[in-house]
C-alpha cells in the first residue's frame, strides 16, 4: 500500500540523494511504495531534455535531474510531493495521469477549477500552470512527482519557460482568491487525497476512481 509523510522543509540537493537511497531500498524489496511531501528553499532544476542556457536569479541555485519535462522552480510556500514507487503494473503515462488527477481533485476541494493542457504534463488553471508534473522510472520505480504552487511568490518562474512554452503563464493557490495553506498545512489532505487516486494505479493501471 502507497503511504504518504510529511519530510518538512529540505534542501534540494538533501532530499535528490535521499530520493536515490530509498529508490535502492524498494528496489531491494526493504521498503513500500511512498508519496514524500516537503517543501523546498528556492531553487531552479531541469530535467533529461536540454534546454536554452539560462540567466539564474540571485539565491536560486540550479540542479540536474533524471526526471522527465524542462526547466522548472520550487520556491518557499509550495508543495512538492515525491513518489518513490514501484510502477511496473500501470506504466508512467498512467502515473503522471494519476499525479494530475490527484491534484485536479484537491483543488477541486478548494473550490478551484482545474484540468490538463493536452500535450504538456502538469495541471492547469484556464491558461496559467499551477503544478509541474515529472517523473523519472528506473527498474520500474519512480523518483521524483509534483510541485504545486500554493502561496510561493513565482519569482524563479520569471527566469524560465515552464513547459518550454514562450507565453506560459504560471499561477498559484493563493491568486485564485482562496483561502491558500502552507506546505505542511496542506499535506494531510493533499496526502490523502493522492493516494486515495494512485493506489488503483499503481495495483494494477486501473481507471481513476
Known sequence: MLHWTWKGILDYGIALEAQREQRRRRLAGEVGDELWLLEHPSVITV???SVAPMALPPGYPLFQ???????????????????IADSSRCGPKRLVEGLEEGIIRWLADQ???????????GVWVE???????????????????????????????????PCGIPDARVTTLLHQGVHAPTPEQAAEAVGKRMVATLQDVLDDGGGLR
Open 47 to 49: 530535467g533529461r531534455r
Open 65 to 83: 535531474t533524471e526526471r522527465g519535462g524542462l526547466a522548472t522552480c520550487h520556491e518557499p510556500g509550495q508543495l512538492v510531493g515525491y513518489l
Open 111 to 121: 473550490e478551484v477549477v482545474a484540468g490538463r493542457r493536452p500535450g504538456y504534463p
Open 127 to 161: 491558461e496559467a500552470k499551477i503544478a509541474a508534473v515529472g517523473l523519472h522510472i528506473e527498474r520500474g520505480i519512480t523518483l521524483h512527482g509534483f510541485a504545486l504552487n500554493l502561496t510561493n511568490s513565482l519569482e524563479g518562474f520569471r527566469w524560465i519557460q
